[in-house]
């Protein structure tokens, strides 16, 4: 039972290139997010999906897309990597209940230059 | 304003010195507050969820504790397996936001 399965786990990027991290879950669950850490702040939520085929913004999207494949992936997308975005970035699921915990894959350690 | 604090930041212990960590929060309605724990390179791994004033639950060294306005971790005679960064995040009941405090660096030296 693998849980939050991201890929890939590092990655280097030159500034206005573009990528997609994937993220995949095997719990069934109803809900999955995107979240970014940075040093000396709290995990920050990009965007979040609610369920298949619904997505919403969160507290940082700009610069970011996402889509949500089917109820097991949810990928998230850098159009034209920035400097800014130099962070590492989890993937989350849960059962989609406001009081159920997160579930969170191992992280993207993501580097632009 | 929404806002989860945790204190301290770092804290070094030795094996079997007990301590505890805060979270403190400013929601308008809780509706959940939630223990995470995170090694280094990994993502963070959910540890406990306290819904009200008063409750308690335990997982092996560690107990976590919730008032009105702040949550403990307790950690009783810690062990070197016990170093992790711990994170605390609050749900508030309004707005169904999650919010994250920034953690506390935990350290155990045998």
């Known amino acids: 039972n693998a849980g939050v399965t991201q890929t890939p786990k590092f990655q280097v990027l030159k500034t206005g290139q573009s990528m997609t991290l994937q993220c995949a879950q095997d719990m069934n669950h109803n809900s999955m997010y995107w979240y970014r850490q940075d040093p000396g702040m709290g995990l920050r939520l990009i965007y979040y999906s609610a369920s298949e085929g619904t997505t919403d913004k969160g507290e940082v999207p700009n610069g970011y897309n996402v889509s949500r494949l089917n109820k097991r992936e949810f990928s998230l997308r850098l159009e034209s990597a920035a400097p800014s975005q130099t962070s590492v970035y989890f993937c989350?699921?849960?059962?989609?209940?406001?009081?159920?915990?997160?579930?969170f894959g191992n992280g993207t350690r993501l580097t632009v230059t | 304003e929404d806002q989860v604090t945790q204190s301290p930041e770092a804290l070094r212990l030795q094996e079997g010195e007990s301590s505890s960590l805060n979270c403190s929060y400013t929601v308008s309605g809780l509706r959940g507050l939630f223990w995470y724990r995170q090694d280094p390179g990994k993502g963070p791994e959910f540890l406990f969820t306290?819904?009200?004033a008063g409750e308690e639950k335990e997982k092996e060294r560690l107990k976590a504790t919730l008032t009105k306005k702040e949550s403990f971790l307790h950690i009783t005679a810690p062990k070197p397996e016990d170093s992790a960064t711990y994170l605390c995040?609050?749900?508030?009941?309004?707005?169904?936001?999650?919010?994250f405090g920034t953690g506390t660096r935990l350290q155990v030296f045998p």
């Open positions: 989350a699921s849960s059962t989609g209940e406001v009081e159920s915990p997160l579930h």
């Open positions: 306290l819904y009200s």
């Open positions: 995040a609050v749900r508030d009941y309004n707005t169904d936001k999650l919010i």
